[in-house]
T-cell receptor, first 114, second 112 residues
Framework: DAGVTQSPTHLIKTRGQHVTLRCSPI?????VSWYQQVLGQGPQFIFQ???????GRGNFPDRFSARQFPNYSSELNVNALLLGDSALYLC?????????????FGSGTRLTVV | SQKIEQNSEALNIQEGKTATLTCNYT??????LQWYRQDPGRGPVFLLL?????KEKRKERLKVTFDTTLKQSLFHITASQPADSATYLC???????????FGKGTRLSVIA
């Protein structure tokens, strides 16, 4: 069974541009969460979606948005990129019904803004 | 606001010894606490979850405790090996409908 897949793996963008990151959860997982991780810090929560509805939003500006599709895959969009948006963006999927298995993370998308 | 502190940014120990990592939280009453391992450039990997009514949980060489009075969790790796070298993250949590929020992590180095 495939794990959580994220695309692309690496991305270089210019300040002011827009970026879309994609995530496919584990089959059967209906919840997807997005995190931003800068070097030396723990993952910072951005969004959580469950059954296509936003269930939580972290302390990020409105330039960040996301959505979840009927097949439970998800996109994270960031507009008007800043140098400070350079980070590893992680997607995690989970099943709400069972707390025992934690969240399963993808390998992330490394975004560099120049 | 909710705050999660992990005892130190880096911990160096000798192979074979027990590593003990600390996670303290404030302004929060989690029903669960999760621990993850993260290797450089990779996503975190789930290790253990402990519930508020469980004092201790074990999995192979790993042991986690959860003290809701002290608002603290301890994570132990016994008979540590160089392959245990990684960053370990703690995440207090309430349920599937609440976000998982992480501490900064502790970078463990096990020296042969």
């Amino acid at each position: 069974d495939a794990g959580v897949t994220q695309s692309p793996t690496h991305l270089i963008k210019t300040r002011g541009q827009h970026v879309t990151l994609r995530c496919s959860p584990i089959s059967g997982h209906k919840s997807v969460s997005w995190y931003q991780q800068v070097l030396g810090q723990g993952p910072q929560f951005i969004f959580q979606y469950y059954e296509k509805e936003e269930r939580g939003r972290g302390n990020f500006p409105d330039r960040f948005s996301a959505r979840q599709f009927p097949n439970y895959s998800s996109e994270l969009n960031v507009n008007a990129l800043l140098l400070g948006d350079s980070a590893l963006y992680l997607c995690a999927s989970s099943t709400i019904q069972s707390a025992n298995y934690g969240y399963t993370f993808g390998s992330g998308t490394r975004l560099t803004v120049v | 606001s909710q705050k999660i502190e992990q005892n130190s940014e880096a911990l160096n120990i000798q192979e074979g010894k027990t590593a003990t990592l600390t996670c303290n939280y404030t302004n929060y009453s989690p029903a669960y606490l999760q621990w993850y391992r993260q290797d450089p450039g990779r996503g975190p990997v789930f290790l253990l979850l402990i519930r508020e009514n469980e004092k201790e949980k074990r999995k192979e060489r790993l042991k986690v405790t959860f003290d809701t009075t002290l608002k603290q969790s301890l994570f132990h790796i016994t008979a540590s090996q160089p392959a245990d070298s990684a960053t370990y993250l703690c995440a207090p949590w309430n349920s599937g409908n609440t976000p998982l929020v992480f501490g900064k992590g502790t970078r463990l180095s096990v020296i042969a």
